[in-house]
């Protein structure tokens, strides 16, 4: 029973390096989402999506892009990593519905130097 | 834009002993669910509990329970008979009626539970 799956658990970029966070759900969830986590922040939203095909940003989406060629796959591109991308970053699932429960990751956390 | 503010950085409880964590929304809907997530040091999310603001009931769930003042935009979390194991990062999280599922996070309050 996997649940959402985040690769990888930590790593650490170079200015202007680029990277995919992988994140994958084996629940048949719908919706998908990508969040960071700064400290004293709380989570915002980078980028979401509510189908294979469908994408939209968040909060916080520059710097970042998405693809969902699959229901159970949503893996998050960097291009040309900054210091201002340092967090953690959390990928979650849920079914459509309004009070269903997100389903989260373990976290990647991110240190660009 | 709804926003959701949790005012208290970090608390502190002792064992066994009763504590309750603040959070404040603000919203113009009238239908949102409002949730209640623990992020012990393994960095994962768990729910908590769960309100949907149309029950004026509060929920329950064992040790936790919250406060659901609607008018005020309030929703606070009571952990009775606090444990070690409580010791975590909580994050108040509001959901909207829009069809996206997106939840929109507090800052956290850090609770640390005393033996």
């Known amino acids: 029973n996997a649940g959402v799956t985040q690769t990888p658990k930590f790593r650490i970029l170079k200015i202007g390096q680029s990277m995919t966070l992988q994140c994958a759900q084996d629940?048949?969830?719908?919706?998908m989402y990508w969040y960071r986590q700064d400290p004293g922040m709380g989570l915002k939203l980078i980028y979401y999506?509510?189908?294979?095909?469908?994408?939209d940003k968040g909060e916080v989406p520059n710097g970042y892009n998405v693809s969902r060629s699959t229901t159970e796959d949503f893996p998050l591109r960097l291009e040309l990593a900054a210091p201002s991308q340092t967090s953690v970053y959390f990928c979650?699932?849920?079914?459509?519905?309004?009070?269903?429960?997100?389903?989260f990751g373990q976290g990647t956390r991110l240190t660009v130097v | 834009a709804q926003t959701v503010t949790q005012s208290q950085p970090e608390m502190s409880v002792q064992e066994a002993e009763t504590v309750t964590l603040s959070c404040t929304y603000d919203?113009?809907?009238?239908?949102?669910?409002l949730f209640w997530y623990k992020q012990p040091p393994s960095r994962q999310m768990i729910l908590v509990i769960r309100?949907?603001?149309?029950?004026?009931q509060n929920a329950t769930e064992n040790r936790f329970s919250v406060n659901f003042q609607k008018a005020a935009k309030s929703f606070s979390l009571k952990i009775s008979d606090s444990q070690l194991g409580d010791a975590a990062m909580y994050f108040c999280?509001?959901?909207?009626?829009?069809?996206?599922?997106?939840?929109?996070f507090g800052q956290g309050t850090t609770l640390q539970v005393k033996p």
């Open positions: 979650a699932s849920s079914r459509a519905g309004q009070g269903v429960e997100a389903f």
């Open positions: 999506s509510v189908g294979a095909g469908i994408t």
């Open positions: 629940m048949n969830h719908n919706y």
């Open positions: 999280a509001y959901r909207g009626p829009s069809n996206t599922g997106k939840l929109i």
């Open positions: 919203t113009s809907e009238s239908d949102y669910y």
């Open positions: 309100q949907e603001a149309y029950k004026q």
